[in-house]
């Protein structure tokens, strides 16, 4: 059920609500898959990235998230880990500029945010430098632990694998991770480029999503993948 307020922030917007719900039965089974782990529930935090730029990995974190929140009856937060291009704020409705970057920085100011959904809350990136991941420090693994113990789950708006190297540090971070690939458009061989990038950096990418499949996963295509 939607939150009972008059405020315009936290809201979808009507181009985001209608991928969420054309999402809504491709994601299904995934979140049945997410469930049959090897410890038998949610990971506590789960990136979704992308091979390149513009394959679809914001609205499918949305949708995923948005999913998990209200089928599996857990709190939910989905973050935007990426500083360039993640529509998540404008998508949202949210003004943008206190996000995940100030947090992870010691800022409290910058708080989640409620979204029109039960249970699921979002935090964009704010404003901050995208180097912020190579920091090897005590403050933003502590910042980033009691995120996550906030919620049964976060999920992570990455950035796309092939355009930047901050992923790999993300997804050292992550639980699990997924890589959504632009059916028809993204070739079989820039997939695997990023598939072994991401192998590289830790041995826990859980499956991949085909983003505006039509009804069959092209064989020629991915037959390999």
């Known amino acids: 059920m939607p939150h009972s307020n008059a ?25 049945g ?13 789960l990136l979704v990235t992308s091979a390149r730029r513009g394959e679809g990995k914001t609205t499918t974190a949305i949708a995923l998230a948005h999913t998990l929140a209200q089928h599996s009856n857990s709190r939910v937060l989905l973050v935007s880990a990426d500083p360039s291009a993640s529509p998540m ?27 029109e959904f039960d249970r699921l809350e979002v935090m964009p990136w704010g404003e901050g430098p995208r180097s912020l991941w190579h920091k090897d420090n005590d403050q933003l693994s502590e910042r980033w632990a009691q995120l996550l113990a906030q919620y049964e789950v976060v999920v992570i708006d990455g950035p796309a694998v092939l355009d930047t190297p901050e992923t790999l540090a993300i997804h050292q971070l992550a639980a699990a ?13 820039v997939a695997q480029v990023a598939l072994e990038r991401l192998k590289s950096a830790g041995d826990h990418v859980i499956g991949s999503v085909m983003n505006q499949r ?4 092209p064989s020629r295509l991915y037959g390999k993948f």
């Open 7 to 31: 405020q315009t922030s936290g809201v979808l917007t009507g181009e985001a609500r209608r991928i969420l719900f054309a999402s809504q039965r491709e994601l299904s089974q995934l979140r």
């Open 33 to 45: 898959n997410l469930f049959r782990n090897d410890e038998g529930g949610l990971p506590a935090s």
């Open 89 to 115: 704020a404008r998508l949202f409705q949210l003004d943008g500029q206190l996000g995940l970057a100030q947090y992870l920085q010691g800022d409290d100011q910058a708080a989640p945010q409620k979204t």
């Open 177 to 189: 991770t997924l890589l959504v690939l632009q059916c028809e458009v993204t070739k079989w061989q």
């Open 214 to 217: 039509r009804y069959y996963v």
